[in-house]
């Protein structure tokens, strides 16, 4: 059997030096072929520990950042999750070989389905993409055990919150749009909602509403 590329290798080294201890979530991680969900001309800087731009003025975030809050959700394979800001898809396809099911809302009509045919391609057909506004979900889509949030908002939205099943865990990043970020996990317990700040991240803004163009 071969051994893994050197950067793959070193992809796989950092996590584990950054605190990323979940086998099952470095397994995946090494599994899915981030060069897939990058720009043609980023390919050869795929596996590097940074966020990269994608199309729609939109990123794929930094692996660690992927790693650290797919780790965050404690994830089952009985699980409904739900993504808000599907972007490339890199982070649909990590959470499809660890959930159930996945639903992932995207507003750029461009990234939706440039995702969706990625997401086919690489047999993830317990995901559904989704175009529409992550901000204003409708309840008729039903509950969630996870919910992920990956752009930033400004306080988490509590249509979002409506959605979680008892015991679930939601995380975003929460904090000024163009600045530093808080990603913010809250839990669905018996006394209520529980809120625990985890570290500090950059993410594009959370807009409302579906693009008009793109």
């Known amino acids: 059997m071969a051994s893994p590329p050197p950067e793959k290798m070193m992809f796989q080294l950092t ?5 990323i201890s979940d086998q099952a979530v470095l397994r995946t991680l090494e599994e899915i072929p981030r060069e897939r969900f990058v720009e043609p001309g980023d390919r050869a800087d795929a596996y590097r520990d940074s966020a990269m731009a994608i199309s729609c003025g939109q990123t794929i975030s930094q692996p660690f950042v992927v790693a650290y809050m797919t780790e965050q959700l404690k994830l089952r394979k ?3 999750v739900l993504e808000i800001g599907t ?4 982070q649909a396809a990590v959470l499809s070989r660890l959930a159930g099911q996945v639903l992932t809302v995207e507003r750029f009509r461009t990234l939706a389905d440039l ?4 997401l086919e391609k690489l047999d993830c057909f317990n995901v559904e ?9 409708p309840p008729a889509v039903g509950q969630f055990d996870r919910i992920i949030v990956t752009a930033a908002v400004d306080r988490i939205p509590d249509t979002l919150l409506e959605l979680l099943e008892a015991d679930g865990i939601l995380i975003a990043p929460v904090g000024p749009p163009h600045g530093v970020q808080t990603l913010v996990r809250v839990t669905r317990t018996a006394n209520g909602l529980e809120r625990k700040e985890l570290v500090d991240v950059r993410f594009v803004p959370a807009i409302p509403g579906i693009a008009r163009e793109l």
């Open 15 to 19: 996590l584990r030096r950054r605190g």
């Open 78 to 80: 009985t699980h409904r």
């Open 115 to 118: 995702a969706r045919q990625r």
């Open 87 to 90: 972007g490339s898809g890199y």
């Open 129 to 137: 993409v989704m175009l529409g506004d992550g901000l204003a979900i």
